[in-house]
């Protein structure tokens, strides 16, 4: 496949936070409202729930029914019973399976586990990447640019991986918690196409897409401020590198979406024919996550 490649590194330069070019971070982009009150679960990074926020219709997006967060490689064992009074009985991992090797969940006995990753790192991408950006030769022009595709590239290259992905969140009759490393990109798309399924506006999409700033704002500065103070042994990485990575940002949402504009001609034809979802299907999620 050859968008690979430019998968693969978004996943390599997101572990190269040791050292950077000096120079002052950048405020990112993050969301305006929060309907939900924060909920903390230690070592588990972006951990929350969707809920409390009106559609086009006027509905309400029932809470409790959708969580999402960051890998659950550091999970306690004791909030297994958090996540167990929650009601959550379904995982959905959307990693591929190197990530999972390295870091695999730590999840009660008896939750079900699936992994539907939309792609697999082949080869030694991350590995090469990670040394090209030591060295200096990718820039943060070069790093938006990747995202970008990665964005374009996760819904329209194995669109029947995204598809069992939302009907397997969908058509849960219990709590959905799905998840990637950071919580923020994969599981970004996959939040944002949920409710664009549901029916609310952009606006409300992007806020939620961008409290994953919100939420990971103390450990991505922690990181960016170690990378600048430890300049001097990598000095030729670039810290807009790590800011690209790090943040959300609207343009990468924008990216999926309009890429699903350019190869099927309309979200709702993606809905569809893509995600074979029917109108009077759709009607019946509404009436299922909204009140």
């Not at 030591?134 to 996760?154: H, P, T, V």
Request: hydrophobic letters at 35%; proline letters at 3%; glycine letters at 6%.
């Amino acid at each position: 496949m050859k968008s690979l490649p430019k998968i693969s590194f978004f996943f390599a330069i997101s572990i190269c936070i040791f050292s950077c070019k000096t120079q002052p971070l950048s405020a990112p982009e993050v969301g305006k409202t929060t309907t939900l009150p924060e909920m903390n679960v230690e070592r588990v990074y972006n951990f929350r729930t969707i809920g409390n926020i009106k559609n086009t219709e006027g509905r309400t997006l029932k809470k409790g029914k959708l969580y999402r967060s960051g890998h659950l490689y550091r999970l306690k064992s004791r909030y297994f019973e958090t996540l167990e009074n929650l009601g959550i009985k379904d995982v959905i991992d959307l990693r591929n399976s190197k990530e999972i090797a390295q870091k695999p969940d730590h999840i009660p006995d008896g939750m079900a586990y699936k992994n539907e990753s939309a792609f697999e790192d082949e080869g030694d991408q991350l590995g090469q990447a990670r040394k090209l950006v030591l060295k200096g030769k990718i820039n943060s022009s070069d790093a938006e640019k990747k995202m970008l595709d990665f964005y374009r590239n996760y819904v329209t290259e194995h669109p029947e991986v995204i598809r069992k992905i939302i009907i397997g969140i969908l058509e849960s009759d219990t709590p959905v918690l799905y998840h990637c490393t950071a919580g923020k990109d994969r599981t970004g798309i996959i939040t944002a196409l949920i409710l664009t399924i549901l029916k609310f506006d952009k606006q409300t999409i992007y806020n939620d897409y961008l409290l994953s700033n919100n939420y990971r704002e103390k450990l991505v500065n922690k990181r960016l401020n170690l990378a600048r103070n430890l300049h001097f042994i990598y000095p030729k990485l670039d810290i807009g590198v790590l800011e690209k990575l790090s943040w959300v940002e609207t343009a990468y949402l924008d990216a999926a979406f309009n890429e699903i504009d350019k190869k099927y001609g309309s979200i709702n034809r993606y809905i569809q024919e893509v995600l074979k979802i029917s109108n009077d299907k759709q009607e019946e999620y509404l009436h299922k996550f909204t009140y």
